[in-house]
C-alpha cells in the first residue's frame, strides 16, 4: 500500500514536469518482448496506471480512445543494468560527487546505497536516453565489503519514489582490487578470505545472541523489541548469512573465483559472481554451485586482474547454461559510465544471439535480482517500461527515440 | 624466459615475408576514400606499394589472386593518438620537456601493437601523457610484426622496426603539449591557466632566440651549445614537428589558437571535448582537430560537456577532423566504432571515413604515403566483412606495406581480436590523472 502511495506522488510530480500522460500505448514494426510472447510484429504495448495492460499484435490489441501513441521501429523492453555506480558515482570525478568507496574501513556492510543514490546526477539522464529503464547501482568493488547496493529506475525522481530494492546485494571484492598497502588489511588474498571468513563466523554468534534474546516461543510484543546489542554491521551481513540478500563477489581471476565459491559452500550463502573476467575457465563449478554471472562490461580494459578477459565470454556462459547478465561497471576516469545497451550488443557480435544479448540486459539481471515480477519484459501486469529505437538496438547507428518509465514518457531524445 | 602466447604471436606473425609477386585482391568493394566507392573492384598491390585500385584493373599474369567476394576493402587506420607500447614520457622534474622522446619508452612487445593490428590500425600517432605542458616528443610508427633480425627491412625485435621515416631516414613525429587541468599541479607545475600559457610563451621565446642565434652563426664554432629540447623547439617553429595539443575546453581551446597566431607552429587540436561551441573559431584559424569519442560524458571537469555531435558540428563549419583512439581510453579494436558512434550523432559518413583515414594521415605530414587507396601509395588496407560501421563487421584481415599482418583466421591473431586467455600481459602506459584514478580505485 504504501509503495502505491510513493508511486502516485512520483507520477504526480512526473505530470508537472512531463506533457506525456500516464495512459500511453506503443507502436512499433518489431516488438520485442522477452516473455513467453517473443517477438511480435506490428505489436502494441498498452500501459494503464504505469502498468502494461495488454500486449499483441495490433490488428487484435485495440488502444483505448483518449492513450497517447508513441510509434517506433523496434521496442524493447526498458533495459536494466544489471551493475553500475551510475548516481553514486557522479559525472563530474570530482570529490563531492564520488561516493561509491568509503575507505575508512575494509568491511562496511551497513553503507546504504539508498543513502548515496543521487537520481540528479547526469549520468542517470545519459543511461536513460538509451533505453535504460532499471539500474542495479551502489557500492563499487574495491574494498573488501564495500556496502550494499539497490536497484532504482531512471526517473530522476528521488530515492524515496525511484527504488526498486532498497537493497539489493551487499558487495565484497576479492583480488588486488580490494587489496591494502604496508601493514593495512587485507594485504593478500589469503587474508581476504580469512577476514570474510571471520565476519561470518562473527555473523553466525550474533545470530546466536539475538535467537537467545528472542526465543523463537516468545510473544509478538517480544519479538518486536529490538535486541539489546544492535549492531548495523551485524544485520547487514545477517541478512546475507540468512540469504535474503545474496553475497555479489567481484572476482575476475580464476582462483578468486574458486574463492568465492569456496565461501559460499561453507556458510551457505547466496552469492552472485560480478566481473568474473576469468569465469570461463570455471564453468563446470558456476555452474554446479548454481551461481549466475552479472559480467563485466565487454568493452571493460582488458589490464591488470582483468588481462584475459574475453569478448566471447558472454556467449561461452550462456551456452552452459549459466544466467548471465552484462553490467555497465564501474569507472574511475573516462568514460564516466558505460552503457549496457552497447556492452550487450559487443556481445551480440562476439557469439550470443540477438536474443540472448537482449536477455542478458533484461530477463537476466531481472531474474539475477529477483525483481522479475517487475521488470525486464513485456507482459501484462509488469511495469510500463519501454524502450523505443529507430532500428536494430545494438546496431551502432541506430538511435534510441524513446523511453517510458510506468507509463511516463521520460525521454524524447533522439540518442 | 617462458614464451607467452603474445610472443609466439609475434614470431608466428614474423613469418610473413616481404612481397615479391604482385597480389590482386580480387571481387571487393572497396572504399578508396580517394574517388568514390567501387561496387566492385581489384586492389592490386606490389613492392609494399599500390599499383592500381579500381574497377577495371589489369592484372599481370604471375600475380597472386585473392579472391574478395563480399568483403570491403577500405584503407589502413591511421590513429592520431595512442598510448600503447607500455609507454612514458617527461617525468615529474618540470612542466616542460622538449628533450624527452616517447620512442626511447616504447616496449615494441606490447599486446597493444596486436589488438592494434586486430582493429584494422595500420599508423598511429604513439604520444606521451598529458600531465605537463609538454610532455615530449611523439613517434608515428606502424604496427609491423617484429622480426627477429632475418627480414633486412627492419632492425629485428627493436622500436626501430615500427617507425615511419622521413625521406633523410630520420623517424617521424611530433611534440605532445596540453592545456586545462591535466597539467596544472603542486610545484614545478603550474597552478593556473594564465601561469600556463606563460610557461610555454617563455620556453618558444627562448626557441625563437636559439634558432636566432643557429641562423647567426657563419661558421659550426660559433653557434650556440647544444641543446636537445631547444633543437626539438625549433623543429616546431620551423612547422617540421606538429605540435599534437592536448585541450578540452573551449576557452582552453581558444588559448592554443592565440599561441599558436603568436609563435606560428603547426598544430593540431585533440580530444576537443567542447569544440562544438567554438566551431567556427577553429575552422577560421585552419587548425585541424583529432576528436575523441566516447561512452559518456564526464570523468573529469574538462569533458563533463562533451558531445558526440563534435564531429558534425565541425564538419560543418569547415574544419578538417579526424578520430582518434586514445588507447588505452577506447580500445585499438573498437576504432571503427569511434566513428560510427559520431554518424550516430550527425558526421557524415564520408566525413566518418575520412576521419579514419586520410584527415589523420594529413595531420601526420604522410597524406602523400598513407590514407587512401591511391596507386603509389603503402599497401595499408583492411578487410572487413561487411560495412565499416556496423556492429556486426569483422576486421578479417590487416595488410602494412603488402605483407599481412593480422588474420582473423589465424588462431594466435585471434587471441588479439577477442581476448581470452594469454591475450593479457599488457603493459599499462603512464598517463596523467588517469594513472591516479586507476591506481586508487581499480588496482591495476
Given at each position: 500500500m504504501k509503495h502505491v502511495m510513493l508511486a502516485s506522488v512520483a507520477a504526480l510530480s512526473l505530470q508537472l514536469a512531463l506533457p506525456a500522460?500516464?495512459?500511453?500505448?506503443?507502436?512499433?514494426?518489431t516488438l520485442h518482448t522477452m516473455s513467453p510472447s517473443g517477438t511480435i510484429s506490428d505489436g502494441v504495448v498498452v500501459i494503464t496506471n504505469g502498468k502494461i495492460a495488454a500486449v499483441g499484435k495490433s490488428a487484435e490489441t485495440p488502444i483505448p480512445a483518449g492513450y497517447t501513441v508513441i510509434e517506433g521501429a523496434v521496442a524493447t523492453p526498458g533495459l536494466i543494468d544489471s551493475r553500475g555506480t551510475v548516481g553514486v558515482s557522479g559525472i563530474?570525478?570530482?570529490?563531492?560527487?564520488?561516493?561509491?568507496?568509503?575507505?575508512?574501513?575494509?568491511?562496511?556492510?551497513?553503507?546504504?546505497?539508498?543513502?548515496?543514490?543521487?537520481?540528479?546526477?547526469?549520468?542517470?539522464?545519459?543511461?536513460?536516453?538509451?533505453?535504460?529503464?532499471?539500474?542495479?547501482?551502489?557500492?563499487?568493488?574495491?574494498e573488501l565489503i564495500s556496502g550494499q547496493t539497490c536497484v532504482v529506475k531512471t526517473t530522476g525522481r528521488p530515492i524515496e519514489e525511484c527504488t526498486v530494492l532498497a537493497v539489493a546485494t551487499v558487495s565484497a571484492t576479492l583480488g588486488p582490487w580490494s587489496e591494502k598497502g604496508g601493514s593495512a588489511s587485507p594485504g593478500t588474498r589469503a587474508k581476504q578470505i580469512s577476514m570474510l571468513r571471520e565476519e561470518l563466523l562473527k555473523t553466525q554468534d550474533y545470530a546466536k545472541r539475538r535467537e537467545r534474546a528472542t526465543p523463537a516461543n516468545a510473544g509478538d510484543e517480544e519479538k518486536d523489541r529490538p535486541p539489546a546489542d544492535r549492531n548495523l554491521r551485524s544485520e547487514a551481513m545477517l541478512r546475507v548469512l540468512n540469504r535474503e540478500v545474496p553475497l555479489l563477489i567481484t572476482a575476475n581471476r580464476a582462483q578468486d573465483i574458486g574463492s568465492a565459491l569456496r565461501l559460499a559452500k561453507e556458510f551457505n550463502i547466496h552469492i552472485i559472481l560480478d566481473s568474473g573476467a576469468e569465469s570461463y575457465l570455471l564453468i563446470d563449478d558456476l555452474r554446479a554451485a548454481g551461481v549466475p554471472v552479472i559480467l563485466h562490461a565487454s568493452m571493460a580494459r582488458a589490464v591488470g586482474d582483468m588481462e584475459n578477459a574475453s569478448r566471447e565470454t558472454a556467449a561461452t556462459l550462456t551456452g552452459a547454461g549459466i544466467p548471465v547478465a552484462i553490467q555497465s561497471g564501474y569507472e574511475s576516469y573516462v568514460p564516466k559510465s558505460r552503457v549496457v545497451l552497447f556492452e550487450a550488443a559487443q556481445t551480440a557480435a562476439h557469439g550470443m544471439t540477438f536474443d540472448q544479448a537482449l536477455a542478458a540486459i533484461t530477463t537476466a539481471p531481472a531474474t539475477i535480482l529477483g525483481i522479475a515480477d517487475r521488470v525486464g519484459s513485456i507482459a501484462v501486469g509488469k511495469d510500463g517500461d519501454v524502450a523505443i529505437f529507430d532500428g536494430d538496438p545494438f546496431e551502432?547507428?541506430?538511435?534510441?527515440?524513446g523511453v517510458v518509465i510506468e507509463g511516463r514518457v521520460v525521454s524524447d531524445t533522439v540518442r | 624466459m617462458k614464451p607467452t602466447a603474445p610472443f609466439i604471436a609475434f614470431l608466428l606473425a614474423a613469418a610473413a615475408v616481404a612481397q615479391d609477386r604482385p597480389i590482386a585482391v580480387i571481387n571487393a568493394r572497396l572504399i578508396p576514400i580517394a574517388g568514390a566507392e567501387v561496387p566492385s573492384g581489384t586492389l592490386l598491390v606490389h613492392k609494399g606499394k599500390i599499383i592500381a585500385a579500381g574497377a577495371t584493373v589489369t592484372i599481370p599474369p604471375d600475380a597472386e589472386r585473392i579472391d574478395?567476394?563480399?568483403?570491403?576493402?577500405?584503407?589502413?587506420?591511421?590513429?592520431?593518438?595512442?598510448?600503447?607500447?607500455?609507454?612514458?614520457?617527461?617525468?615529474?622534474?618540470?612542466?616542460?620537456?622538449?628533450?624527452?622522446?616517447?620512442?626511447?619508452?616504447?616496449?615494441?612487445?606490447?599486446?597493444?601493437?596486436g589488438r592494434a593490428r586486430a582493429g584494422g590500425l595500420t599508423a598511429m600517432n604513439i604520444m606521451p601523457g598529458s600531465g605537463h605542458l609538454l610532455s615530449g616528443q611523439t613517434v608515428y610508427v606502424k604496427p609491423r610484426p617484429i622480426s627477429r633480425g632475418k627480414d633486412p627491412n627492419t632492425a629485428g625485435p627493436t622500436i626501430e622496426a615500427l617507425f615511419i621515416r622521413d625521406a633523410a631516414g630520420k623517424p617521424m613525429g611530433g611534440i605532445k603539449m596540453a592545456n586545462g587541468t591535466n597539467s596544472i599541479r603542486e610545484a614545478p607545475f603550474p597552478g593556473t591557466r594564465a601561469k600556463s600559457a606563460a610557461l610555454v610563451r617563455e620556453n618558444f621565446i627562448r626557441a625563437q632566440e636559439y634558432k636566432a642565434k643557429l641562423a647567426a652563426a657563419k661558421k659550426p664554432e660559433d653557434a650556440p651549445p647544444r641543446d636537445l629540447g631547444l633543437e626539438a623547439l625549433v623543429e616546431v617553429l620551423d612547422g617540421t614537428r606538429m605540435v599534437h595539443h592536448h585541450t578540452h575546453r573551449a576557452d582552453d581551446i581558444m588559448t592554443v589558437l592565440r599561441l599558436q597566431k603568436e609563435f606560428g607552429f603547426r598544430v593540431v587540436l585533440h580530444h576537443v571535448s567542447e569544440a562544438w561551441k567554438v566551431a567556427p573559431e577553429i575552422a577560421a584559424a585552419k587548425v585541424p582537430c583529432s576528436v575523441i569519442v566516447v561512452d559518456s560524458p564526464g570523468g573529469k571537469l574538462e569533458a563533463a560537456e562533451l558531445?558526440?555531435?563534435?564531429?558534425?558540428?565541425?564538419?560543418?563549419?569547415?574544419?578538417?577532423?579526424?578520430?582518434?583512439?586514445?588507447?588505452?581510453?577506447?580500445?585499438?579494436?573498437?576504432?571503427?566504432?569511434?566513428?560510427?558512434?559520431?554518424?550516430?550523432?550527425?558526421?557524415?559518413?564520408?566525413?566518418?571515413?575520412?576521419?579514419?583515414?586520410i584527415e589523420g594521415a594529413k595531420m601526420l605530414d604522410l597524406a602523400d604515403r598513407i590514407g587512401t587507396l591511391e596507386a603509389g601509395k603503402d599497401a595499408d588496407f583492411v578487410i572487413l566483412s561487411g560495412d565499416p560501421f556496423s556492429l556486426y563487421t569483422k576486421v578479417e584481415q590487416t595488410w602494412i606495406e603488402g605483407v599481412k599482418v593480422f588474420d582473423l583466421a589465424d588462431p594466435a591473431d585471434r587471441l588479439f581480436a577477442t581476448g581470452g586467455f594469454g591475450a593479457g600481459n599488457a603493459v599499462v602506459p603512464y598517463m596523467c590523472c588517469a594513472e591516479h584514478a586507476r591506481g586508487e580505485e581499480f588496482g591495476q
Open positions: 500522460t500516464a495512459q500511453v500505448a506503443i507502436k512499433a514494426a563530474l570525478n570530482q570529490k563531492q560527487d564520488q561516493d561509491q568507496l568509503e575507505r575508512s574501513s575494509p568491511i562496511q556492510p551497513e553503507l546504504r546505497a539508498i543513502d548515496a543514490f543521487n537520481p540528479a546526477d547526469r549520468l542517470v539522464e545519459w543511461v536513460r536516453s538509451f533505453g535504460v529503464t532499471t539500474i542495479h547501482t551502489g557500492h563499487a568493488p574495491g551502432y547507428t541506430t538511435h534510441c527515440t | 574478395a567476394a563480399g568483403k570491403t576493402i577500405m584503407p589502413g587506420l591511421v590513429d592520431t593518438h595512442s598510448h600503447i607500447g607500455g609507454i612514458s614520457g617527461a617525468d615529474g622534474s618540470g612542466p616542460i620537456q622538449p628533450s624527452v622522446r616517447v620512442y626511447d619508452s616504447l616496449n615494441p612487445f606490447d599486446p597493444g601493437f558531445s558526440w555531435t563534435t564531429c558534425a558540428v565541425l564538419e560543418k563549419a569547415g574544419a578538417s577532423v579526424a578520430i582518434h583512439t586514445d588507447d588505452w581510453i577506447t580500445d585499438s579494436r573498437l576504432f571503427l566504432r569511434s566513428a560510427a558512434t559520431a554518424v550516430r550523432a550527425g558526421f557524415s559518413r564520408e566525413g566518418a571515413l575520412r576521419s579514419l583515414t
